[in-house]
């Protein structure tokens, strides 16, 4: 008996064996087919019963790799890391971890993805795809915590549970579109094994006066088929449409063509295949055509390419329907992935999917400027545009920064959503604030102050402060502003520059102006000459690079360049010495510009000793306010440190306003000619000559 049973659990073991191995079988046979959605189904069912390591390995490579071409990451990550545990050199190739790293990527799990690209470059160091796709994870989460301006929304009027991508303008006022669609009510009924949808059909939806969308529909005529019917352009006068047709099935896989149709009445005509010189047995899709309809591009994968599926760009023969042999674009577009789901805007920038270049994960869509005859710039449109899944097939509303797109991102209604963005107008606001800070212990704000704002050297606006001192203007970016505040003549002037060059977000620039009255007597810090000369040393042009923005923001003031010893050394060589350095600070400022009848020179040697302010006895205590640093001052003191220190402050280089009125008769002059020029009147000069 006991052999008996021996004998049937033999026999079942065999039977077991031969079951599993042929699920597994037919899976492979699927798999080399392409038919992804069948394969999964088969191995999925051969899984449980595997134990064998080896076997194990292979069939969860397989199913990671079946859910990777259908779209579910989800399902990609969770057989690759199987595959990945259950590693064994021979039985899978190494690629294993890179197309684990990649779903880990898609699925946002980018540290973890940056481990395993990692241990795959240890195996192939010079994979572009596993440097590139590592790259990525270590900037993405900066795009995704900084995104763009861009506002992203699902468009639930066009989206199902089934796959509804692929959206083209169909009508040159914007409002007609069509798109691709697996949902219910297309011709396509039929399963395709390669991605797990219905085959797909173009549908049309059309706007109404109030913006309102109707529900979508099947075109009419002999575009849609059984077949897989989708990517399509549409030329501007709306009469001829490019579009892509797969046959596929159990069966049949024959390449995608790009069909013509002509739209005949309220109908399109029946298709014909367009003739593409040089890829008659290639695979053809993705057709766009440029807005003047002269230029045709589209995606396709054939042998000299630079990877996977490559755009290429051919020019229409003429006003016919044929083309000329396509040029590929290049390295700079294509890449070692796939180009595909071209678009070309108005102003000739070319906007594609990729997988090839840096980006999120999956297809990314990108940009690339048209410059001649060469696209430049390739860059990526970031967060959120942008996912860590497929993105693609982007149009704008003409010259607008708003349009449509594709993706099969989370939170969508099924597998391809058709999504909605715009890019609302970058606000760039200055708020700013005038103070009277003549005593630097107390701001106090200045009602009424004259604000008077430049962008690129020309007024653009005047302002008056509030009574909290307080303005605000909106600024445009790109821009250099200068914004400069006024009160009297009693008042410096003073002004701030800054630019809106880089500004990406909304932005508040705050301008703060601080104008002091005018003094006696203004004290220039830091300024140092050589020992015992008066050459000045470099430190020394902070400051009066200072006294040159104020002599600039202040062209109606001259002034008196002073210029003081200690009481050390001979009185007149230190008044020699003296004028000498003052003359030095007055060349430096000419040589920035100033004209030289609005500085004076002057030397004062050790004549007037410096008088302790509350400032200078805050920073040194052992001095006090009102106390005066002359020779008979210092000489009591006994610390040789405190002695040097009062010598210090005589040493000094100072400046005062002498006139507020420079050019003030010109200024006159200048207002009386242009009011009599607008009145149509001449200025007649006199003059002590007795010709006229």
């Known amino acids: 008996m006991k052999r008996l049973l021996t004998i049937a659990i033999m026999v079942f073991s065999v039977l077991f064996l031969q079951a599993q191995k042929a699920l597994i079988d037919k899976g492979n046979e699927y798999f080399n087919q392409f038919s992804y959605d069948l394969a999964k ?19 969860n490579y397989q199913l990671g790799f079946c859910y990777k071409q259908l779209g579910n990451t989800d399902k990609s990550e969770m057989y690759f890391r199987v595959a990945v545990k259950n590693y064994v050199r ?37 994979d572009h795809r596993a440097k590139s796709g590592m790259e990525s994870c270590k900037i993405v989460p900066n795009w995704i915590s900084r995104p763009t301006r861009y506002k992203v929304t699902n468009v639930s009027k066009f989206n199902t549970a089934q796959a509804d991508f692929s959206i083209v303008w169909a009508s040159k006022d914007y409002r007609t579109v069509y798109f691709t669609s697996s949902r219910e009510g297309s011709q396509g009924s039929r399963d395709n094994y390669k991605s797990g949808q219905k085959f797909t ?6 706007q109404d006066r109030k913006g309102a969308w109707s529900s979508p529909t099947p075109i009419v005529g002999g575009v849609n088929t059984e077949d897989d019917e989708g990517a399509s352009t549409v030329s501007l006068k709306g009469t001829d449409m490019y579009f892509t047709r797969c046959k596929a099935g159990k069966k049949v896989d024959e390449p995608c063509k790009i069909y013509l149709s002509s739209k005949k009445g309220n109908a399109w005509g029946q298709p014909i295949m367009l003739e593409i010189p040089g890829f008659e047995a290639a695979e053809v899709g993705y057709p766009a055509l440029t807005p003047d309809d002269k230029t045709l591009y589209f995606s396709a994968e054939v042998e000299g390419g630079y990877g ?19 040029i590929n674009l290049g390295p700079k577009i294509n890449t070692l992935g796939d180009e595909v789901f071209p678009t070309v805007r108005e102003n000739g920038d070319l906007y594609f999917a990729s997988d090839g270049h840096q980006g999120m994960g999956g297809l990314d869509i990108y940009k690339a400027v048209k410059k001649g005859k060469e696209f430049t710039g390739v860059e990526n449109m970031k967060y959120p545009i942008n996912s860590s899944f497929d993105d693609f097939g982007i149009i704008f509303n003409g010259k607008e920064e708003s349009g449509y797109f594709s993706s099969n991102r989370k939170g969508g209604k099924g597998s391809d959503d058709i999504y909605s963005f715009i890019l609302p107008p970058l606000v760039i606001t200055m708020n700013g604030a005038i103070y009277d800070t003549t005593n630097i212990e107390r701001k106090i704000p200045l009602k009424d102050a004259k604000i008077t704002v430049y962008a690129d050297g020309a007024v653009v606006k005047e ?3 509030n009574e909290k001192g307080q303005f605000t203007m909106q600024l445009q970016k790109d821009k250099i502003y200068e914004v400069k505040g ?3 003549k009693d008042y410096f002037s003073n002004s701030i520059r800054f630019s809106t060059a880089k500004v990406e977000y909304d932005t508040v620039f705050n301008a703060i102006l601080n104008l002091g009255r005018i003094p006696r007597v203004i004290e ?11 050459d000045l040393k470099p430190e020394s042009t902070v400051s009066l690079d200072g006294l040159v923005k104020t002599l600039n923001d202040n062209p109606n003031i001259t002034i008196e360049m002073r210029a003081h010893t200690d009481f050390r050394g001979n009185d007149d060589y230190n008044m020699t010495l003296s004028l000498a350095r003052a003359k030095s600070c007055v060349d430096y400022l000419i040589s ?27 920073q040194y205590p052992f001095l006090k306010v009102g106390d005066v640093l002359n020779e008979e001052y210092i000489n009591k003191i006994t610390d040789f440190g405190k002695k040097e220190i009062c010598h210090q402050l005589n040493r000094r280089t100072e400046f005062s306003v002498v006139s507020t009125d420079y050019g003030y008769e010109e200024e006159v002059k200048k207002a009386a000619e242009e009011e009599a020029a607008k009145k149509g009147n001449a200025v007649i000069q006199h003059s002590d000559s007795d010709d006229f």
């Open 524 to 534: 220039l810090p830091n300024i140092e000459y050589a020992y015992d000369k008066a």
């Open 486 to 488: 006024e009160v009297s």
């Open 592 to 618: 920035k510009g100033i004209k030289p009848d609005r500085l004076t020179a002057k030397g004062f040697g050790e004549t007037e000793p410096k008088t302790v302010t509350a400032q200078m006895a805050k």
């Open 90 to 126: 021979g039985v899978i190739k190494p690629d294993v971890l890179l197309f684990y790293a990649d779903a880990l990527r898609m699925n946002g799990k980018y540290e973890d993805a940056i481990d395993y690209y990692k241990q795959y470059l240890k195996y192939a160091p010079q």
């Open 308 to 326: 996977g599926q490559d755009i290429y760009m051919a020019q229409r023969v003429g006003t016919s329907n044929k083309f000329t042999k396509p």
């Open 201 to 206: 059909d173009i549908f049309e939806v059309t």
């Open 463 to 465: 302002l008056t402060s």
């Open 41 to 59: 189904d088969y191995y999925e069912k051969a899984l449980p019963s595997i134990s064998a390591k080896e076997d194990l390995a292979k069939v």
